[in-house]
């Protein structure tokens, strides 16, 4: 017989402890002892204990404490039957224990031999067969079975019917350990003894059932035994558990001292902590049972305060029993524990001698408003008021859960009534408080007759003065019990029984209460009512029915009411009103209030929301949580972060963000703050807090196993899951148990379907429910004939959101991935990766490939390994995951048969039969094509982008695995690709998010470029796309200087330089321009693995020196114009090196916005004739769709400004068509923004508005700070110009601008902002608000130098030359205070400037002449009308546009693309009704 014991020093420990006990048990021994033994079965016909009792198990006990750490004692007995000879041994007690010191092996130790001669006494033993435990092997009998379940505790036998596997059984959860030691007297007869505990052990099982507790052992020892019960095992957690243990402690600790006879001590110790419930032991015999620091606690306690019910302090302080139930017991030393904290004695539930004291759980914080609680108060205010005039009482119950800010509102209410003279008898009721009659009612008296607060000697005199008057002098004795006073007993008092005394007393408070209402009106604060007692219920329902008087109570709907309690709820004067979840934005306030800031990041909205669910317990706990755990960085919002490095952006990424929160009412002084993560924390596994965690587990253990197993499956792969991927999870689950189960989780909304009814889908979509299956799919796919689409497969991957689910209650994912040990963690985490990595690219309608275009085909291969097998250890040694990748980087990939059909496409007979020349021709061609491609339906409306929701359900829970099993080299490739996703979807913070996670991956960067020491290992490819999509997202910042620095970093370790110097653009710009030139001419080889990472590389090349010409296209410098210039003719050579027909036309669009901008008429057609004769070569893929909307954009941007407007507005309507059907929404945005400018200039202002409309729906929930600044530059137009028109509020574009002018974003575009302070200075000009007037108007002065030739630079200078003339005309002499008044000489340079600089937009410019000549003729002293000033419309505008030759021509745009109906929109006049204008919106 052996017994062991093993410590550790934390939590994370206890899963290292279970393994080191399920693998090597038989290898550690430290207490030994030998001999014969017996065994005994107590317990009843539901549940039996085996005993093992004989000398020997005293022998062991004893040399347990003798024992120490480290050390190996044998007993006396044990020690004689050994060869003694081998052993160094120091005698510790003689005739009872030995301790060994060494062991004297001369020849080599041979086990097997030693083995063989142990044989000899273990006849039993089965040497020959492969299982060694015969029970195994026994044929079914249902007898046996059924004797043997008696052994097995009830949530496990639950567990195994439900034929879970053993590695999902185990836990690690919070529990609550009561060990109960009996010792008995030495005259006691063994039979006795056997009699005795079987007694006790039925007691024991039946009390602790009741509390949700289980006996789990029941240990012998010499002339006593021990308990072992526990509360919250998995499937048995109850809210207070630790009251429920120290109850049913106290009970047992009763019966043992009174009804066991020969009973010498019962001792009995409670603990509370986090434990490892669970299998341990080899497979042959597997054994559940419990491991923690705790239980070593526990076992300490009973000998360190024997005699007594003593709990540790987290038992005291989660039991929340009143204080005076406990006893604070000396500190006593203790074996093996260093540091056992503070303990108790628990006393017993004693009924307190003091009624209870006023007071709310929660005081009013002046300085947090309550949030969304309107309709709560009206409930409230109305009660009020009918009982003011209707002089009858009223009550308000207010129901909800726990958390959801009942309190509060109760505090909010206490502040109102105190507010309104009302007189208030708040009340917080305990649970233990249910159990005494009449405690609600005695404490609120004595809250009114205001003795609670005061000194005891002197509460009767209190109470006389408050009783004079309205009771008689002979009945005050009535309140001596009640009270605690001692009035002298009256004769009539004497003479009445109890039943008459009650209702005496209860007569009186009727009568002093009913006197009360006449001074103020009387309000009752009860909070948690659901605890108060029978007779206070009844009290109650009385008083409410004769006094007029207003009860405000708060309920808990999980608590069973009374029959009293349920009888007033149902009275005519009572209200129940049910307290609703806080709406999200609420929520984000209380939360920005509890971490004093004023804005949050978003994945700390995400962390919030997801676990919150609208509770604003959860909300506070969780703020307070982050901050103890200091994973958050402060900054102060009005501070100017001018930064230089990557590592330094967070603060500036946030406030890019903040355009929706704005500090209002805040003064100029006060400091205002946001908050970001730290970079090295991921959010997604932040441990719960002790509180929120054993909610959870309470509302989890209330499922039945089933639904508890599918909602951990569930927890492990995220707040969004794939039905396909959770059975996967699943073992033994086919589809009908599984849709059975999560039908019944949908209906208690534990899940909820995503965007879709609550119905279950018929048939699933996805075809793979493991990687067998998918790999089956692939070899059947490579045997198909080459007739078959290549795409097919990804459709099947596809994941359709009829089958996506999320969790719809707070915590419970959170804490149900929590009780997964971390080897079991990781094992499943490792089956998500594998299912979810075949699904890791672009979806069917984009045919396939990565977001980095082949980014697969790029990376460096790795060694092959081993894949490990389901719950085996996992090793790290080697990648498993990053084999997946090379493995999958060796069959054919959906972009690869996408992008290398350029031979084919370049010889389809419908692309080359006719050379494209004209937009016409164009525009003409595309209708064809789309027809051809669909005939019976349009190709726009088939195959919808699914990209975003691979993004959500596949890439971004892919990192999340990868990071958590430790595959940081894989989570780097996926972080890489779900920026480029986010990227792709405009999503621009969410990029920066997952490239700051890829940061803290790499570690911090070396000050030397040569000394890099990544702390991950990547290849070239994979750091220069880390730097370029960086960059992408510094410059969508406003961070230009890090943008450059980042692109060329990207480009020289993508081996093509960019030069620094003028001498090297030169040198560049030559070779460019005749050498590369010449290398061009050869066609692209066919596809193979060196040429698809060559396309790689070129396709990040391009992107890079497309971010670089438009990164020195925002500085108006010579120098910058050289190195935009020079990035430009980068880009058209790596573009057509590419060989990519939709990626050449997308540069030369690039490259004709480019010469727009630059005032380089020629050249700007010149690179959008070529972009069109180009499309006739582009196939109509997505990529193809995609090239062509940036085409006809493109071409809208032309016409707008040549003048052609109509023109313009047909092809923007066609162009944001495309865009809409691509969720394009930087390109739709940038569509609409022309499709307004050339609506607004032909005076379609009905038009203006439903444009404005769509693009207001299309940024308002995003965080694109550019986009809503041009949206409000467009509201200003429409306010200045749109007569009479308004789509937003001057006040809120004005709002926007306060707050968003020093934004990196805005500063860095000067011609955006150009237009919009000019608009503003307009503006206050007409209300003569020259002060304003000139802030603005100073502003646009430096900003007009910074501008090009673009459709907004142009605009915006237009307002500026109109801010002069205005000036010049109607303001005031001596008005500007701070700068300089403009001279007639200055407006007319600026109006040659315009000439020279905006040769590109002559849509403007018979505008700029009109107002040359008003200039003209206010400098001869000539009157000015102020009408062609400000309204230019009204004067010259009819006069300015020339009909483009298009509009007389090409009558067939309508085509497949619905052109028709956007002509009627176009051709729409002022005066047609609302319904037409509807007809013609976007």
């Known amino acids: 017989m052996d017994r062991c014991s093993l410590s550790c020093k934390s939590e994370r420990d206890m899963d290292k402890l279970a393994r080191i006990f399920s693998c090597y048990i038989s290898d550690i021994v430290e207490r030994l002892s030998a001999g014969r033994i017996s065994q005994v079965i107590v317990g009843d016909e539901q549940r039996q204990y085996l005993l093992v009792i004989g000398r020997d198990v005293d022998d062991v006990q004893l040399a347990q404490r003798l024992a120490q750490a480290n050390e190996i004692v044998l007993s006396w007995n044990c020690w004689k039957l050994c060869e003694q000879y081998m052993f160094e041994v120091e005698i510790m007690k003689e005739d009872e224990a030995v301790k060994l010191r060494d062991m004297r092996i001369i020849d080599p130790f041979d086990f097997d031999e030693h083995f063989d001669k142990c044989l000899d006494y273990l006849p039993h033993y089965r040497t020959s067969a492969d299982t060694l435990r015969t029970a195994l092997e026994l044929d079914p009998d249902f007898a046996l079975e059924q004797t043997l379940r008696k052994h097995i505790m009830k949530n496990l036998l639950k567990k195994i019917d439900e034929g879970q596997p053993m590695e999902y059984i185990s836990e690690f959860r919070t529990v609550t350990m009561v060990l109960v030691s009996l010792e008995f007297h030495k005259t006691a007869w063994m039979l006795h003894l056997c009699h005795l505990i079987q007694e006790a052990a039925l007691y024991i099982s039946t009390v602790i059932e009741k509390g949700g507790g289980q006996l789990s052992r029941i240990f012998m020892f010499e002339k006593g035994c021990m308990f072992l019960c526990i509360f919250g095992l998995p499937g048995d957690k109850k809210p207070d558990e630790c009251a429920h243990a120290l109850e049913s402690s106290f009970s047992i600790f009763s019966f043992c001292w009174e009804n066991l006879a020969e009973t010498k001590l019962v001792s009995i110790s409670i603990t509370n902590g986090p434990v490892f419930c669970g299998m341990i032991g080899a497979v042959a015999r597997h054994e559940y049972t419990v491991i923690g620091p705790k239980m070593s606690l526990v076992a300490r306690m009973i000998t360190a305060y024997p005699g007594l019910v003593s709990c540790d302090e987290v038992t005291y302080l989660r039991s929340m029993l009143p204080a005076y139930n406990f006893k604070k017991l000396p500190q006593k030393m203790m074996k093996n524990i260093s540091n056992p904290g503070k303990m108790y004695e628990y006393l017993g539930h004693r009924r307190c001698i003091m009624f209870g004291k006023r007071h709310l759980a929660r005081e009013r914080n002046k300085n947090h408003p309550l949030l969304d609680r309107e309709k709560e108060l009206e409930a409230f205010q109305m009660a009020q008021q009918e ?144 605890y108060m007692d029978t007779a206070s219920w009844e009290f109650l329902e009385t008083l409410l029915s004769t006094v007029p008087i207003i009860m405000v109570m708060t309920l ?592 030369y669009v690039a490259l004709s916005q480019f010469s727009q901008n630059t005032g380089d008429r020629d050249k700007w057609l010149h690179c959008e004739q070529m972009a069109i004769q180009k499309s006739s070569l582009c196939w109509f893929s997505r990529e193809g769709l995609l090239a062509t909307a940036q085409l006809m954009q493109a071409l809208a941007y032309t016409k707008l400004c040549l003048g052609h407007l109509d023109f313009s507005i047909k092809l923007g309507f066609q162009a944001h068509e495309i865009c809409r059907h691509l969720k394009k929404p930087a390109l739709e945005n940038l569509v609409l923004s022309v499709l307004f400018r050339s609506a607004f200039l032909k005076k379609k202002f009905d038009l203006c508005v439903h444009v404005l409309e769509r693009q207001w729906v299309l940024i308002s929930h995003g965080h694109d700070v550019l986009g809503l600044a041009c949206f409000y530059s467009a509201c200003l137009d429409l306010l200045l110009y749109g007569e009479g028109l308004l789509c937003r509020p001057f006040g809120e574009c004005l709002h926007f601008i306060q707050h968003c002018e020093h934004s990196c974003i805005l500063n860095s575009q000067s011609n955006v902002m150009l237009g919009v302070h000019s608009s503003l200075a307009m503006w206050f000009a007409q209300d003569s608000q020259w002060n304003l007037f000139e802030h603005h108007f100073s502003k646009a002065r430096q900003l007009v130098k910074r501008t090009n030739a673009s459709l907004f630079g142009s605009h915006g200078f237009v307002r500026f030359l109109e801010c002069h003339v205005l000036m010049l005309q109607k303001m005031p002499d001596s008005v500007f205070m701070h700068t300089l008044p403009e001279t007639c000489s200055q407006t007319l340079k600026y109006c040659k400037e315009f000439f020279s600089r905006c040769v590109t937009c002559p849509v403007y410019h018979q505008w700029v002449s009109e107002l040359k000549a008003s200039v003209m003729r206010y400098g001869k002293r000539e009157s000015m009308s102020s009408t062609n000033i400000i309204r230019p419309f009204d004067t010259c505008l009819a006069r300015i546009w020339i009909e483009g030759e298009y509009l007389e021509e090409n009558h067939s745009f309508g085509g497949h693309l619905g052109i028709q109906r956007f002509d009627r929109m176009a051709d729409v006049k002022e005066n047609k009704n609302e319904e037409e204008i509807q007809e013609c919106t976007c």
């Open 556 to 1147: 808990t709907p999980t608590f069973t009411l009374c029959g009293c309690a349920q009888h007033f709820l149902q009275s005519s004067q009572a209200v129940l009103v049910p307290i609703l979840k806080l709406a999200a934005t609420s929520l984000l306030r209380m939360a920005c209030w509890e971490l004093g800031v004023v804005s949050i990041p978003q994945e700390l909205q995400i962390y919030l929301l997801h676990r919150c669910f609208g509770n604003p317990l959860y909300c506070e706990v969780l703020c307070q949580d982050l901050l103890s755990k200091d994973i958050l960085l402060f900054h102060d919002l009005q501070k100017v972060e001018e930064n230089s490095k990557w590592e330094n952006l967070s603060a500036n990424a946030m406030k890019s963000t903040m355009y929706g929160i704005f500090p209002a009412g805040s003064e100029e002084d006060h400091e205002l703050y946001i908050c970001t993560v730290k970079d090295d924390v991921n959010l997604d596994t932040v441990l719960l807090p002790p509180l929120l965690k054993e909610i959870a587990v309470n509302q989890l253990d209330q499922l039945s196993p089933a639904e508890q197993l599918l909602v951990k499956c569930a927890a492990v792969i995220g707040h969004s899951f794939h039905i396909d991927l959770l059975q996967h999870l699943l073992p033994g689950w086919n589809k009908n148990k599984l849709l059975q189960v999560l039908r019944a989780l949908v209906d208690i909304h534990v899940l909820c379907w995503i965007n879709k009814s609550q119905e279950l889908p018929a048939d699933s979509i996805i075809v793979p429910s493991s990687i067998k299956i998918i790999e089956q799919i692939k070899e059947e796919k490579k045997k198909k004939s080459d007739a078959d689409s290549p795409l097919s497969l990804q459709e099947e991957l596809s994941l359709p959101q009829t089958e996506v689910l999320e969790f719809g209650v707070p915590l419970i994912r959170e804490a149900a991935w929590e009780l997964w040990p971390k080897a079991q963690q990781i094992a499943l985490h490792l089956e998500c990766a594998y299912f979810l990595r075949d699904l890791a690219c672009r979806c069917g309608s984009c045919h396939g490939g990565d977001f980095v275009p082949f980014h697969r085909f790029a990376i460096c291969s790795t060694k092959s390994c081993n894949g490990t097998s389901r719950f085996c250890s996992y090793k790290d040694t080697g990648s498993v995951l990053r084999q997946v990748i090379t493995d999958k980087l060796q069959l054919p990939s959906p972009q690869d048969s996408f992008q290398f059909q350029t031979k084919s496409f370049r010889s389809q007979e419908a692309f080359t039969s006719e050379h494209c020349r004209t937009e016409e021709e164009f525009l003409d061609q595309v209708n064809r094509k789309l027809s051809q491609a669909s005939p019976e339906k349009d190709m726009l409306t088939t195959k919808p982008c699914h990209c975003e929701d691979i993004l959500k359900l596949v890439l971004s829970p892919l990192i999340h695995h990868c990071l958590v099993i430790g595959e940081t080299t894989c989570a780097f490739y996926y972080l890489l690709e779900a920026a480029a996703a986010s990227l792709d979807l405009s999503d621009n913070y969410m990029a920066f998010l997952y490239l700051k996670k890829a940061s803290s991956l790499l570690g911090q960067p070396s000050a030397f470029s040569f000394l890099k020491n990544h702390k991950v290992k990547i290849c070239q490819f994979e750091e220069a796309t880390f730097c370029c999509l960086r960059s992408e997202v510094c410059f969508n910042m406003g961070q230009i200087t890090l943008a450059k620095k980042l692109a060329r970093q990207a480009l020289r370790l993508l081996k093509r330089n960019f030069p620094w110097t003028w001498f090297g653009v030169l040198f560049q710009t030559f070779l460019e321009k005749y050498w590369r030139s010449c290398s061009l001419s050869q066609p692209p080889n066919n596809p193979s693995e060196n040429s698809k990472k060559k396309l790689a590389v070129l396709q990040q090349q391009v992107h890079c020196l497309s971010l670089l010409w438009q990164l020195y296209n925002l500085e108006t410098t010579a120098s910058s114009h050289r190195f935009a210039c020079l990035a430009t003719l980068m880009q058209k050579n790596s573009a057509e090196e590419f060989a990519n027909e939709a990626q050449v036309v997308s540069t």
């Open 387 to 530: 009982c003011l005039h209707q002089k009858k009482g009223q009550a308000v119950l207010y129901e909800g859960g726990k958390g959801c800010g009942k309190s509060q509102l109760l505090a909010e209410i206490n502040f109102l009534a105190h507010k309104e003279q009302h007189r208030v008898l708040p009340l917080k009721l305990k649970e233990t408080d249910f159990k005494q009659c009449f405690y609600a009612i005695q404490t609120l008296m004595a809250i009114f007759f205001e003795i609670d607060t005061c000194p005891a000697y002197y509460r009767q005199e209190c109470l006389h003065k408050q009783l004079h008057g309205m009771v008689e002098e002979p009945l005050h004795c009535l309140f001596n019990d009640l009270f605690f006073v001692k009035f002298p007993l009256s004769f009539e008092v004497s003479h009445m029984d109890d039943l008459t005394r009650q209702k005496k007393v209860k007569a009186c408070f009727f009568q002093v209460l009913q006197e009360a209402v006449r001074e103020a009106p009387l309000i009752f604060l009860i909070d948690e009512a659901q």
